[in-house]
């Protein structure tokens, strides 16, 4: 089981971003795929995962309702998360895990976890 992000980089707030989380190595069936991310001198926090049972994605964090959007391309066994109206406080490093739709959003319960991918938002 392997997930591979990138996507992220620089950018000026008010920017967008998209970040990718290509899975292999396994079946999606039953899985959620979706994204943390821990700040400087935070917590990781879960952001948002998609589900690929019934393609419904559930978001987290209230800060980034309306500005953010998770979705599969099926055909690529990749979800992305969509990022724009970016804010300074959206600076973290965004990491993307899988694992069964049910384990979300607790870091410990799921399966395979992506390296992290830098995203900075300059004000």
């Known amino acids: 089981v392997q997930l591979q992000a990138f996507g992220g980089g620089l950018v000026q707030a008010g920017g967008s971003l998209r970040l990718s989380c290509a899975a292999s190595g396994f079946a999606l069936d039953g899985y959620a795929i979706g994204w943390f991310r821990r700040a400087p001198g935070k917590e990781r926090e879960p952001v948002s995962c998609?589900?690929?049972?019934?393609?419904?994605?559930?978001y987290y964090e209230d800060s980034v309702q309306g500005r953010f959007t998770t979705s599969r391309d099926g055909a690529k066994s990749t979800v992305y998360l969509q990022m724009s109206s970016l804010k300074p406080g959206d600076t973290a490093v965004y990491y993307c895990a899988a694992g069964p739709t049910e384990n979300w959003p607790w870091p410990d319960r799921l399966d395979s976890w992506g390296q992290g991918t830098q995203v900075t938002v300059s004000s």
């Open positions: 998609y589900s690929t049972g019934d393609g419904s994605a559930e």
